[in-house]
């Protein structure tokens, strides 16, 4: 089968932590062929998705001292074709946020693609309609409070009421913007009038969870199945668990409530085609719902000796 990866530039990739790497030696392992292509280079041609498409061949990462290694020149290119999207197998939208107007216009690409030739991971709509931030709302059993605003009254009514809260910019990754607040900082108008651009942009607020000091827990989640997890613990005075700030990636446990959540997430992932998908969790309440580019299996499988790479490719190189 052909794969191919719509990613960031290859040589920004980090391939002892993207998951977009994992994904690509598992196919490469497995026998298919492996093409990469980013946002600039998607067209649609007579009513169908092309792309200027790159074969690439891989040196996998191998596991030294409690850590990924790879060697200077992990991957090599092979030369570029124009080529229609539908001549692909499978096709992995993997570019990282944030979801600005070239996103969004590359999903709208990415939808002139005939699914019943090539399968698309995760589906370009589902995408459109799964905020990572927002897609959590529906799911009011299973958040903790949360408000989405502009409005730096509300704000601060919810912030008195809750004592200590998280504000979230709706489009970041990696933890970028996120901020913790409580009642009487004395930069609370500054940092609601940047976070909202004065008003103008709605944020998320969330309810601290004190237990966010033990973990923020990123599942994984193929076809709304749980299928790894790890914990994201913070260190020095970083409040934040992401291992793109610091955080300690380390082993864990699936639990019954984790197991719970899941399942009310899994008809809406399946409706939506949100194939491959990554949540937070901490404290047992959900916080996200990562679609985009989902990260955390190398830790995973650093920790767990599991192969998630090739379970996920496994799955999705089935006949429908």
């Known amino acids: 089968?052909?794969?191919?990866?719509?990613?960031?530039?290859?040589?920004?990739?980090?391939?002892?932590?993207?998951?977009?790497?994992?994904?690509?030696?598992?196919?490469?392992?497995l026998g298919h062929e492996v093409w990469v292509t980013q946002l600039d280079r998607l067209s649609v041609v007579s009513g169908k998705a092309w792309a200027l498409l790159?074969?690439?061949?891989?040196?996998?990462?191998?596991?030294?001292?409690?850590r990924w290694v790879a060697i200077a020149q992990w991957y090599s290119i092979g030369e570029a074709l124009f080529q229609p999207l539908e001549e692909m197998d499978v096709v992995f939208m993997r570019k990282d946020?944030?979801?600005?107007?070239?996103?969004?216009?590359?999903?709208?690409?990415?939808?002139?693609?005939d699914p019943a030739k090539?399968?698309?991971?995760?589906?370009?709509?589902?995408?459109?309609?799964?905020?990572?931030?927002?897609y959590a709302l529906q799911f009011t059993d299973a958040i903790p409070d949360t408000i989405v605003t502009q409005d730096k009254q509300v704000i601060?009514?919810?912030?008195?009421?809750?004592?200590?809260?998280?504000?979230?910019p709706l489009n970041g990754k990696a933890g970028e913007g996120i901020l913790f607040l409580q009642p009487g900082d004395r930069n609370f108008n500054s940092l609601i009038e940047i976070s909202t651009q004065q008003g103008k942009v709605p944020i998320m607020v969330q309810s601290y969870l004190p237990a966010a000091k033990d973990g923020d827990k990123r599942i994984i989640l193929l076809n709304g199945t749980p299928i790894g997890a790890?914990?994201?613990?913070?260190?020095?005075?970083?409040?934040r668990g992401n291992m793109a700030v610091g955080g300690r990636s380390a082993q864990t446990e699936?639990?019954?409530?984790?197991?719970?959540?899941?399942?009310?997430?899994?008809?809406?992932?399946?409706?939506?085609?949100?194939?491959?998908?990554?949540?937070?969790?901490?404290?047992?309440?959900?916080t996200e719902v990562n679609v985009t580019s989902p990260t955390g299996v190398r830790e995973v499988d650093r920790l767990d000796g599991s192969k998630l790479g090739h379970q996920v490719i496994q799955q999705i190189a089935q006949p429908r």
Request: proline share 7%; net charge negative.
């Open 230 to 239: 790890v914990n994201r613990i913070p260190t020095g005075n970083e409040f």
């Open 254 to 286: 699936i639990s019954d409530r984790d197991r719970e959540i899941c399942a009310m997430l899994a008809p809406a992932l399946q409706r939506d085609q949100l194939t491959f998908v990554g949540i937070d969790v901490i404290g047992g309440y959900l």
């Open 118 to 134: 090539t399968q698309v991971v995760n589906s370009p709509r589902g995408i459109r309609a799964a905020n990572e931030k927002m």
């Open 54 to 66: 790159e074969p690439v061949t891989l040196t996998p990462v191998t596991l030294g001292e409690n």
């Open 1 to 29: 089968m052909k794969f191919a990866f719509i990613i960031d530039p290859i040589h920004r990739l980090d391939p002892t932590h993207d998951t977009s790497v994992a994904f690509m030696e598992a196919a490469q392992e």
């Open 97 to 113: 946020p944030p979801v600005d107007e070239a996103y969004l216009f590359a999903t709208y690409i990415l939808d002139y693609i």
């Open 156 to 168: 601060r009514q919810f912030l008195d009421r809750e004592g200590a809260a998280v504000l979230k």
